[in-house]
Each structure stands twice: as structure tokens, then as C-alpha cells.
């Protein structure tokens, strides 16, 4: 299992700073996040950051350490300024960047206080998807044209490809163990990875949830002939601050299934960038 560290709040100093900590701490992964304008969520009173611009800072202060956003809100996203984006991070850490990425959440006023973005959720989705689409084939080197509901374009050209061919992309996946809901989650498997949520609650999913995904996972792709291709299952979530259960609660994950440990903490009341980085210098739960 790797392990990774979202910068939940700081500026964009202190999130580069994390960064480097990441990397200096022996953590796998260091993840920003993606809002623009926020409602009910701290009412203008959290930072939001281009999540591109740190970790093209953050690329540069480091070597080892996967990149990311827990999660990009892919529907609001120009999809050619997103792929520009990506492509830039992508060569300036080596490689290095992955994509989580979901419908995102309207009381971000990117969503609602634009006119045109799409608002119900199964036009989010299906914005998700087109845009997916495009993002893919522009990693082809190739020009191409987009016809979609939600993605018209002329022809477009990325001559520079990732650095690998692509880059990994991990949808936001919603669990439900007693009616898996078999077309959400058959987005992730068309990609590279999953980020596991709970139907209806936000609590974090346990690893008899994680067990539960994985099996169903695991039986879809061998169907589809899709089981010798790497694929991460990423849960993010805030471990014990008790050594002992944060361990024992790693070792349950670890053989539910999951891939990553992303860790997560977003309580204001506690949780500062001087709280996080010291939580990072601490370096990843023992294993």
C-alpha cells in the first residue's frame, strides 16, 4: 500500500512547502484539491488555489512523489485548458501526475453562478465522461475533432504526448454493497483506478466496504479481460492518531484491497498547514 497526504488548507507557500515535506517524509503521494468558489463550506472563508499551478510548484520541489487532486471537478473544466494543464504537470514532475477525478459539487459557484455549467447530476456525469474522452485522445499526438452534447470542438492537436502515453486517471466510484450501482462504477473500470464513496453518507468506507468493491471489481474485469492491467483502488480518510489502531486499521485496508491510503483531514476547527505539515514530517503510518 502506498500512502499519500492531501494539503487541505495554507497558501499556496505552505502547500508547496508540504509538498517538499512529502517528499523529504517518505510519503508516496502529495495531493491538492479543486474549488473555485465555495458556498456553505467555510462561506468564502477557505483559500482556494488553482490546483494545477501547485503542482507545477510542487513538481519542482521534488523528484519521487506522485501528484494529484483529491478531486478534480472534471465538468467545469474547459477540456483543452485541462489538457494543457495536465500535459504541463505531467512533463514538469517527469511523469509523475494522476488524475482523480469526479462530477464535482454545485455549491462550488463555478457550478452555480455560471450560466451553461451543467447542474443535475446526470448532466455532471455526463460531462465527466465526454470530457474523459477528449482529455484521452488528445493524449494521442493525433488531431481530432469532438461532437459530444456536452464537448463540441474543431480540430485540436497536442503533438507533445504524456510523458508515459497517458496519464492515469482515477474516477470517483460510489459503493453500495447491497445494489452495487454497476454504471458508476463501470466508468472507473474503463480507466486506471477507483476512489471509493459510500452511497448516500459521507463517512469513509471501511475495509468490509473496500473488500466488497474490490470483489465486485476484480469479477468485472476478469469478464472483460481486463485483469492484467494495473488498477489502484485510493481510499481517503483521516487515520487514528493511536499508532496501534492506525496500524491495525492500515493492515485491514491493506488486505480489503486498497492500493493508496490517502490521508485526509479537513476540520478547521483543528486542522491548520502548521497541524499538517507537522502531521507529514511525521511520515507515513509504519507498515
Known sequence: MRFGFISSFGTP????????????H??????????????????????????????????TVTERVTLG???FALPRHRPWELAQRALTVDHLSGGRLVLPVGVGVT?????????GQPLTLKDRAAA???????????????P????????????????????AGRVPVWPVGVWDATRPPARNLRRALRWDGVVPQLRGTAEVPGPDDVAGLVAWIEAER????????????????????????????????????????????????????????ARVRQGPPAT
Request: hydrophobic share 45%; aromatic share 12%; charged share 25%.
Open 13 to 24: 507557500a505552505q502547500h508547496v512547502e508540504i509538498a517538499r515535506a512529502c517528499e523529504e
Open 26 to 59: 517518505g510519503w508516496d503521494g502529495f495531493f491538492t484539491w479543486d474549488g473555485v468558489s465555495l458556498g456553505e463550506f467555510g462561506e468564502g472563508a477557505v483559500a482556494t488555489w488553482d490546483p494545477f499551478g501547485i503542482l507545477a510548484a510542487a513538481a
Open 69 to 71: 487532486a483529491m478531486v
Open 107 to 115: 455549491d462550488d459557484r463555478a457550478f452555480s453562478s455560471v450560466p
Open 128 to 142: 465527466l465522461d465526454e470530457t474523459l474522452a477528449w482529455l484521452e485522445r488528445s493524449w494521442s499526438g493525433e
Open 144 to 163: 481530432f475533432t469532438a461532437d459530444g452534447e456536452h464537448v463540441r470542438t474543431g480540430v485540436f492537436q497536442f503533438p507533445q504526448r504524456p510523458v
Open 222 to 277: 476478469s469478464a472483460r479481460d481486463g485483469a492484467g492491467r494495473p488498477f489502484d483502488v485510493v481510499v481517503q480518510g483521516r487515520l487514528p492518531d493511536d499508532d496501534a489502531a492506525a496500524a491495525e486499521l492500515v493492515a485491514a485496508m491493506r488486505e480489503a484491497g486498497a492500493t493508496w491510503w490517502v490521508e485526509s483531514r479537513w476540520d478547521p476547527a483543528q486542522d491548520t498547514p502548521e497541524s499538517l505539515l
